[in-house]
C-alpha cells in the first residue's frame, strides 16, 4: 500500500444543523417518531421551522461530524459532498476547512440551496431530525474525486445517503475505487429507520464492499432481525473485517473473526445525542488510521462519543487532542 | 396616555452572530482591541471568517437581544430593523418571531446581505466584536413606522446606530414620535469606544430626548470624562428621568433625581459576556412597563444578564419567566 495522503475520506451529505430544544409535545403534535431521521420538501422545511422556537446554527451532517471529530483528534480526513454558492454552504465550508478537514468542493451556482437538518431536541437528549437535503440530494458519481478517494487509508459512507438516489453509484464508485487501490472501506448504518429502508441492500453491501461496519444495538438488530444484541453480534462477525457495535451508556463492543473487544463508554451528564455515534466513529477511525489497537481505538470513539453528547450540537467544541491525551500518547 | 399595543419598541441593527472562541493570541494578532466593536467591511469580514476556527450561528444585535429578552420575560415588544432576502435574514427574522416579537419587516430584495458579527470570545469570556453592517447599515427614516413607534411604552436605541450614517435622523425621528404620543424613549450607550467616537452627539442626545439611559461603568465614565463611578452617577443624575448603570459582579445603580437605588448582581458561572448589557436592560424595561418598582426592574435586570453571560451565546436559553418567577409574582 502507498502512503496516503489522508486518513478517512468522508462521503456524505453536507449538512447545516439548525438546532432548537422543544417539549415532547411538540413532535407528538407534528406527527414527528422520536429519534428518527426524515427527509423533507423545502416548503414542509419552512413550515416546520415557522412552528420552531429560537435556534441555533451549526454545521452537521453525520459524515462531516465524524471527519471533523477525526481532525480534531489530530488526523488528517478529507470531505466530498455539495453545497450551494449560499450563506447556509459559507458556513459548512468555513467550518469543516476550519477544523483542517481538506474539502475541495466549489460551490453549485445553480440548482437547490444548501442542505440543512432542523433538530428537535427534546429534555430526554434525544434529538429528532427533519432533514431539507438541497443540493445535497445531488451528490453522484462525477462527484467522486478520485485522487483524494484513493490517497485515503479509509472512504467512509453513511447509510443516510441511501436516500439519495443518484448517491448510491458515487458510493459503489468510491468503495471500489478505494478497494482497487489497496485501501478500505468503512459504513455507517446510520439508523435504524434507515435500516429498515434498505435492509436487504445494506446487508449485501456489508457482505460485499464494507471493511469497517458502524451500528448500534437498534440498527444491527434490524439489519439482521434478530431479538437481541449477542444474536446480531454472531450474524456480522465475520461478515466484515470489524464491526463496532455500539450500546450507549453501556459502551461498545468490537467485534472481528478472532476477537470481541468490550470498550466502556465515557460517563458524562448528557445533553443531546446529536453526533453520538458519528463521534464514536471518528475516534475508532482515528485509532485504526494510527497503529492503535482495537481496545484503544475504541476508547477514543467513547471519549469521542462523551464529548459531543455533553452539549447542545454534533461536533466536538472541546479539543479533544487534551482530552485523549492518555490515549494518544 | 392612550393604551399601548406594545411594552418597548427596538430600533437596532438586525445582526446573525458568529460566534466562536478563541485564545488571546487570536485578538492580537489581528489588530483586534478586547472588549471593542468595530466594523468592518465584507472583504474583510470575509478574511476574518476564514481565519476563525468552527462557529455557531444566532441571531444577535443588542437592541434584538433585548427585545428578544422582554418577550422572554412575558412582554409584548415590537423591533424595526434590515434584513436581505437571504439565508441569514431568515434566520434572523425567524429566531425574533418565534419569542414573539414583533417583526413586521419585509425583507430587501437588493442591497448588501444581511449583517454579521464575527464575535471572538476569549478565555476570560470577554467577547471581541467585528461587524459587517451590510443592509442594516442602511437603516434609515423611511424604515420607521409609525403606527408601532407610536404604540409602544417606549422607544429602545442603541448608541451602535450612530455608525450608521441614515440611522441619526431615523432615531431622533422615532424619539420625537414618542414624545409626541405621550411614550417614552430608552437609551443604550453601547459601549465606551461608541462613546468614545460620538461623546458629544451622545450628551446632548441624553439631556435632550433620552427618558432612560442604560450604561455600564466604563461607558458613563467615558461619556463624563469623569475618573470614577460616582462622579459618573453625580453628573449623569437629573440629566434623565432614569439612569441604569451597570458594574458587572458589582451589580447595578438605578438613579433618579430622588432615589439611588442599588441592586446586587446574580452570580454565575462566567462563560460569555456577550448580551450581558442587553438583558440587562431587558429585566430593567419590562419591570418598568409592568408596574414593578425599580429595585424590582432592576433585579429582573441582573437576573437577565445572570442568564445570559452564563452560555455561548447572546440571547437567553433558559425560560426567564421561570427564572424570574419570584420577581414577576
Redesign the interface.
Known amino acids: 500500500m502507498a502512503e496516503n495522503r489522508f486518513d478517512v475520506v468522508g462521503l456524505g451529505s453536507a449538512i447545516v444543523d439548525v438546532l432548537t430544544t422543544e417539549d415532547d409535545s411538540f413532535l407528538a403534535e407534528h406527527g414527528m417518531t422520536k429519534g428518527a431521521m426524515v427527509l423533507i420538501d423545502e416548503e414542509a422545511a419552512h413550515r416546520l421551522?415557522?412552528a420552531?422556537?429560537?435556534?441555533?446554527?451549526?454545521?452537521g451532517g453525520s459524515i462531516g461530524n465524524t471527519i471533523?471529530g477525526i481532525a480534531g483528534l489530530g488526523g488528517t480526513p478529507a470531505f466530498i459532498g455539495k453545497v450551494r454558492d449560499?450563506?447556509?454552504g459559507e458556513?459548512y465550508a468555513?467550518?469543516?476547512r476550519?477544523?483542517g478537514v481538506h474539502f475541495e468542493h466549489t460551490p453549485a451556482t445553480s440548482g437547490p440551496?444548501?442542505a440543512r437538518c432542523l433538530i428537535v431536541v427534546t429534555p430526554d437528549a434525544e434529538r429528532t431530525l427533519n432533514t431539507y437535503l438541497g443540493i445535497a440530494g445531488l451528490l453522484g458519481p462525477d462527484d467522486i474525486d478520485e485522487a483524494v478517494v484513493t490517497s485515503a487509508q479509509y472512504v467512509l459512507v453513511e447509510g443516510y445517503l441511501w436516500d439519495v438516489d443518484t448517491a448510491k453509484a458515487a458510493i459503489v464508485k468510491a468503495m471500489d475505487l478505494a478497494h482497487t487501490a489497496g485501501n478500505k472501506t468503512a459504513f455507517s448504518l446510520s439508523d435504524s429507520f434507515c435500516v429498515g429502508r434498505f435492509r436487504e441492500e445494506f446487508k449485501t453491501l456489508v457482505d460485499e464492499r464494507v471493511d469497517v461496519l458502524f451500528a448500534n444495538e437498534a440498527e444491527i438488530t434490524s439489519l439482521y432481525e434478530v431479538d437481541d444484541f449477542d444474536a446480531a453480534l454472531a450474524e456480522v462477525r465475520g461478515r466484515c473485517e470489524l464491526a463496532c457495535l455500539t450500546r450507549g451508556e453501556k459502551g461498545s463492543v468490537l467485534v472481528t473473526v478472532d476477537e470481541v473487544v468490550e470498550v466502556p463508554a465515557v460517563p458524562t451528564e448528557l445533553v443531546d445525542t446529536t453526533g453520538a455515534g458519528d463521534l464514536y466513529a471518528a475516534g475508532v477511525l482515528y485509532g485504526l488510521t494510527h497503529g492503535k489497537d482495537l481496545q484503544t481505538a475504541g476508547r477514543l470513539g467513547a471519549l469521542g462519543a462523551s464529548e459531543v453528547i455533553s452539549h447542545l450540537?454534533p461536533?466536538p467544541e472541546a479539543d479533544l487532542k487534551v482530552l485523549a491525551a492518555d490515549l494518544l500518547a
Open positions: 421551522y415557522d420552531l422556537g429560537p435556534a441555533r446554527e451549526v454545521s471533523a449560499d450563506q447556509l458556513i468555513h467550518d469543516i476550519s477544523v440551496p444548501t450540537g461536533r
